[in-house]
């Protein structure tokens, strides 16, 4: 009798292919948030310093690349491992919904797990609010600080400008906090999938990993929004 369902064997390996698509994509926002992370400490060290790092960043790879190269090519790379990472989540998202309409399937539904669905969207949607305010569009959003076109010149400048307003560290900070929880279990799960945890001595600092790079990550994005706000960078 012939069937559109697949086999357990095959339904475990699609499964272990999802997790390790999501793990090897996972890996490389985790680089690219540490170098984002990098960068806006940069904005502690004054306007110039800001302002001529993300100008060489446009300009790096000149004349091999174009102008702005670099950043395209990390744009590219990060649409498709968030495409990657989306579609891997959400097909697992869709496969356990249904396992626990069955009889057989173990009905064991973490809070964590469930953090990981509905953050991972929380911070798709922060991501987007994140590039049409600083990329995509650039409002001038600080009617009380500079006129806009000083804003629109200087990356530092529009990065102060924003921050200057406590409501919209409020959104970063809840963000952060988004991020934090995925990343201190992704981290630890991509490390679970790779086969790094097989004894709890592994298990034990595979989550210390986690909450390491979780606690690092949202401790070095805060600094720069609460030191604008609070004014120890003007």
């Given at each position: 009798?012939?069937?559109?369902?697949?086999?357990?064997?095959?339904?475990?390996?699609?499964?272990?292919?999802?997790?390790?698509?999501?793990?090897?994509?996972?890996?490389?926002?985790?680089?690219?948030?540490?170098?984002?992370?990098?960068?806006?400490?940069?904005?502690?060290?004054?306007?110039?310093?800001?302002?001529t790092y993300a100008h060489h960043l446009r300009t790096f790879?000149?004349?091999?690349?174009?102008?702005?190269?670099?950043?395209?090519?990390?744009?590219?790379?990060?649409?498709?491992?968030?495409?990657?990472?989306?579609?891997?989540?959400?097909?697992?998202?869709?496969?356990?919904?249904?396992a626990r309409k069955t009889k057989y399937a173990v009905l064991?539904?973490?809070?964590?797990?469930?953090?990981?669905?509905?953050?991972?969207?929380?911070?798709?949607?922060?991501?987007?609010?994140?590039?049409?305010?600083?990329?995509?569009?650039?409002?001038?959003?600080?009617?009380?600080?500079?006129?806009?076109?000083?804003?629109?010149?200087?990356?530092?400048?529009?990065?102060?400008?924003?921050?200057?307003?406590?409501?919209?560290?409020?959104?970063?900070?809840?963000?952060?906090?988004?991020?934090?929880?995925?990343?201190?279990?992704?981290?630890?799960?991509?490390?679970?999938?790779?086969?790094?945890?097989?004894?709890?001595?592994?298990?034990?600092?595979?989550?210390?990993?986690?909450?390491?790079?979780?606690?690092?990550?949202?401790?070095?994005?805060?600094?720069?929004?609460?030191?604008?706000?609070?004014?120890?960078?003007?």
């Amino acid at each position: 009798m012939a069937t559109t369902t697949l086999s357990a064997p095959t339904a475990r390996k699609t499964t272990i292919a999802l997790k390790l698509l999501m793990a090897v994509t996972g890996a490389f926002f985790v680089l690219y948030v540490l170098l984002h992370m990098y960068g806006n400490l940069k904005v502690l060290a004054g306007q110039e310093a800001f302002d001529t790092y993300a100008h060489h960043l446009r300009t790096f790879g000149e004349p091999m690349l174009p102008y702005g190269g670099l950043l395209w090519i990390f744009r590219i790379l990060l649409l498709g491992s968030l495409i990657g990472h989306a579609y891997a989540a959400f097909t697992l998202w869709s496969r356990a919904g249904s396992a626990r309409k069955t009889k057989y399937a173990v009905l064991k539904t973490a809070a964590s797990a469930q953090w990981m669905r509905w953050g991972g969207v929380a911070i798709l949607l922060f991501v987007v609010w994140h590039l049409i305010h600083f990329t995509i569009v650039k409002p001038v959003i600080n009617v009380d600080g500079p006129d806009a076109a000083a804003i629109k010149a200087s990356p530092y400048t529009m990065v102060v400008a924003s921050f200057q307003l406590w409501w919209m560290v409020l959104i970063y900070l809840l963000a952060l906090a988004a991020l934090g929880l995925h990343l201190a279990h992704g981290v630890f799960s991509a490390q679970q999938t790779l086969g790094f945890t097989q004894t709890p001595k592994a298990r034990a600092r595979a989550k210390g990993i986690g909450n390491l790079t979780a606690a690092l990550v949202v401790v070095g994005f805060a600094i720069p929004p609460l030191s604008i706000l609070f004014g120890l960078v003007k």
